[in-house]
Every structure is written in structure tokens, then in C-alpha cells.
């Protein structure tokens, strides 16, 4: 029986920019942000053992790149991880990340590099060619389809992202693990997150370990800030025609909801891998928007 960590990426990508350098420093903060997440877990050969628990490790966020550069930095990140599975967003910016993550040269403007270009599942034209980990946070995607998820809608969609990450945040013990709050905030104690992202903005060049667990931190108090929309009366949540609700946060929520496909990347592989289990001993299963 043998051990080994596998990683898996969220990423929320942003409308293609022109570039930090053109914009001031309001604009920064007013813009929306390109986020990505590195998520681990342990993955085993063993047949009998079940995967549950996932760790967040790195979080980036940027302001003002374009669709070439989130590409690049997205490529970087693989090189680094090497990562099992990627969740994109295609709205936004998504689909043009996507038409770019496909080019075996990747530019940033300052340089450029040889890749192997990241694909979909079902990227024919590419098959062989390139590195099939990428996955859309979309109801039509092979990833998810192959689960058997029978969802409306990609309301229903967003809906089970957050049940499974409350679910894992609500586990004794805990299903999901995060590093230890950064040293950068000191005695600080802000107020809002997007008090936390436009201090962050300010210290962009200031990387390293301590500046991906910040990261992290913004994460998690925007994730907090993240509420279900309220019908008309400001009473009750509303709900769609599929009894979905939509969520809404009066801040930023990027770089939460670049941690929250990360995880539910986490959820589909340990979907997958227990389906597997199942089905080689026998048993079997039906995973729905019930099953956890």
C-alpha cells in the first residue's frame, strides 16, 4: 500500500485586462480579480481506503492580466503541482483563458515558453497531443457528466459547490484543512475583505509563503461574507424555478470562489476514485445532489 499527494486547482478567471502597469490604483480596486488555488490530498492504491480530507496549500490572486497572461500563470502553476485536475470557470474571462491554456507557446509579455498544452477531457483535436486535467465548473462537463450528476441547471450547480464545502467545513472532524492565519495582518484587525485585497494590492510584489497563506486568509472572510440573495421583502432567500439559490456577497469574492472550485475538483476526484472502489468490490452507488 503506498501513499503519494496529488494536487488540484481552482481557478476564477477575469475579463482580459491591459495590464497592471496601465492601470491606477483605484482601477485595481474596482477590477475584478484572476484567482487560483492549489489544493493536495493523499490519493492510495489501497482498494479499501476512502478519501475524504482535503488541504488548501497556495493561493494567487491578480489584477489587470490579460487572458495570455492568466494562461501563463495557470501554466507555471502546473509546472509546479503538477495538477491531477483543474476547475475553470468558463464565465468571465474563462473561455478565452481556455482557447489560450491550448497554445504549446505561453506568453506574459516579458517571456515566453514552451509548454504542453492543457485540455478538456474531450478535446479531440488535441488528444495525445495535450494534458487532459482540465475541467469547466459547468453541468455539461465531461468531468462532472461522468459522475452521473443529474443537475437542471448550472444553478443547481454552484448550489452543490456549496453544500459540499459547508459540508466539509461543518465535519467532525474537519474535512478541509487551511494553513495557519499569515503574519502579515499583525495587530491589524480589518473590518472587511476588501479592506484585507486593496492592502494586498499595495504589496503585490510581495511574494512567498507568507503572502499565499494572506491570500488564503482573504479567501475565507470573503467565502464569509458570500450569503444566499434575499427575495424582494429582504426575508427569505430566493429561489429559482429549480429551487436553487443564487449567492451574492456585497464585497469581492474572487479569490473565494477561485478556493471554492478548487475543492469541488477535490469532491469530483473523490467521487470518482470511490466509485471506482465500489465498483471493484462489488457494491453499488449513485452519487446525487443529496450525496456528500
Wanted: aromatic share 10%.
Amino acid at each position: 500500500m503506498s501513499y503519494r499527494w496529488i494536487h488540484v486547482a481552482g481557478v476564477d478567471a477575469a475579463q482580459g485586462g491591459v495590464g497592471r502597469t496601465r492601470l491606477d490604483q483605484s482601477e485595481i480596486n474596482k477590477a475584478d480579480d484572476f484567482s487560483m488555488s492549489t489544493w493536495r490530498m493523499l490519493k492510495t492504491d489501497d482498494p479499501k481506503a476512502r478519501v475524504d480530507t482535503a488541504e488548501l496549500v497556495n493561493l494567487i490572486r491578480y489584477t489587470g492580466l490579460t487572458d495570455k497572461q492568466q494562461s501563463a500563470v495557470v501554466h507555471r502553476m502546473h509546472e509546479k503541482f503538477d495538477y491531477e485536475l483543474i476547475v475553470l470557470d468558463p464565465g468571465g474571462g474563462g473561455l478565452f483563458v481556455r482557447d489560450e491554456l491550448r497554445e504549446p507557446i505561453q506568453r506574459t509579455g516579458a517571456e515566453e515558453f514552451q509548454v504542453c498544452p492543457i485540455i478538456t477531457r474531450d478535446d479531440e483535436q488535441l488528444s495525445g497531443v495535450g494534458d487532459p486535467v482540465l475541467a469547466f465548473f459547468s453541468r455539461a462537463d465531461t468531468w462532472i457528466k461522468d459522475l452521473g450528476l443529474a443537475l437542471e441547471s448550472d444553478s443547481v450547480l454552484i448550489n452543490k459547490a456549496h453544500e459540499v464545502f459547508r459540508a466539509a467545513l461543518d465535519a467532525r472532524p474537519q474535512r478541509v484543512r487551511f494553513p495557519a492565519r499569515s503574519e502579515v495582518w499583525g495587530q491589524m484587525g480589518f473590518g472587511s475583505a476588501d479592506q484585507m485585497r486593496a492592502w494586498l494590492n499595495d504589496a503585490q510584489n510581495d511574494q512567498g509563503a507568507a503572502r499565499a497563506r494572506a491570500e488564503i486568509d482573504l479567501a475565507l472572510v470573503q467565502m464569509a461574507q458570500v450569503g444566499r440573495k434575499l427575495d424582494r421583502d429582504m426575508k427569505r432567500p430566493h429561489q429559482d424555478r429549480y429551487g436553487m439559490y443564487e449567492y451574492t456577497s456585497g464585497e469581492k469574492k474572487d479569490a473565494a470562489y477561485g478556493m471554492l472550485y478548487g475543492y469541488f475538483g477535490c469532491w469530483m476526484l473523490m467521487q470518482e476514485w470511490e466509485l471506482s472502489r465500489q465498483k471493484d468490490s462489488g457494491d453499488e452507488h449513485v452519487f446525487s445532489m443529496q450525496s456528500v
